[in-house]
């Protein structure tokens, strides 16, 4: 399956990613998780890209869609892919549309998971995420069950530099601005599946992997 996942930040992307991909068996591929680690690693890419990450700005749609085609482009997307973060913008959608007629290929839907910004600023606040593996966790609502530690690896768990609070407002304003249009492009292109984000996280798995049966 070629599927996206969709949704503002904090809406729960990465975790139901990391929740969906063993049922679905398709490679979970993150842009923000890319970009981190290339900064982590101080790499060409990563030093580019650090400023956008930084300040909560799109990094350019030129560049994100070429690293996106070079991952996509693997062995191991072959056989489908769960996109998270990518497209954010209606440039991009059009990107990856061309790129993914020029291979003879298409997306089965878009999963689109629907949260009030209220809610997304407090998610984001107490978010934090594993240093090492990138597990997502909630000081509150998902803790770890050894504090600051991250359950499947052990290493640190931290707060990201772009989950300070003037960051956050920003990336949610960038989300209205430029990613929300999206949910019109895709429901025009009638692959749209909406899902209330609000929901205990097992839950709302349950619920897109049925939905996603239902539609095949
Ligand atoms: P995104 O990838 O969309 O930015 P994350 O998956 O990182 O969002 O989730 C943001 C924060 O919200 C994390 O702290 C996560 O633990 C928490 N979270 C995710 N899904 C839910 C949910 N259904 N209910 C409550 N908290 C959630
Ligand atoms: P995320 O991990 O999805 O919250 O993304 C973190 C940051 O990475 C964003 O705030 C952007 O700076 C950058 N980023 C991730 N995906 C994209 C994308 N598709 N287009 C532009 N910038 C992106």
Redesign the pocket.
């Known amino acids: 399956m070629r599927l996206i ?1 969709l ?11 990391a929740n969906l991909i063993d049922s679905l068996n398709i490679p979970h591929i ?1 842009t ?1 998780d890319i970009f981190r680690a290339n900064i982590k690693n101080e790499t060409e890419l990563g030093k580019e890209v650090k400023s956008y990450l930084n300040e909560g700005k799109l990094v350019p749609d030129e560049l994100t869609t070429r690293v996106v085609w070079d991952r996509l482009d693997q062995e191991d997307c072959k056989c489908g892919f769960l996109l ?2 990518f497209p954010r913008t209606i440039p991009q959608a059009e990107a990856l549309k061309a790129g993914l007629i020029e291979r003879g290929l298409e997306l089965d839907k878009v999963v689109n ?1 629907d949260v009030d910004t209220d809610i997304l600023v407090k ?2 606040a ?4 594993c240093k090492s593996c990138g597990a ?3 000081v509150a ?2 803790p770890p069950k050894v504090d600051g530690k991250c359950d499947s690896c052990d290493s640190e768990v931290i707060q990201r530099d772009d989950d300070k609070e003037e960051t956050v407002l920003n990336r949610i304003k960038v989300y209205e601005n430029q990613t929300q249009p999206l949910i019109n492009y895709y429901t025009k292109e009638g692959l749209i599946l909406t899902f209330d ?5 097992d839950e ?1 798995s349950q619920e897109i992997l049925d939905a996603l049966n239902e539609s095949k």
Do not use: E, F, M, W
């Open positions: 996942l949704g503002p930040p904090g809406a729960g992307k990465g975790t139901q990613a993150s923000g998270d973060g998971i998610r984001l107490g978010r934090r995420v997502t966790y909630h609502g998902n984000g609000t929901k205990p996280i709302l």
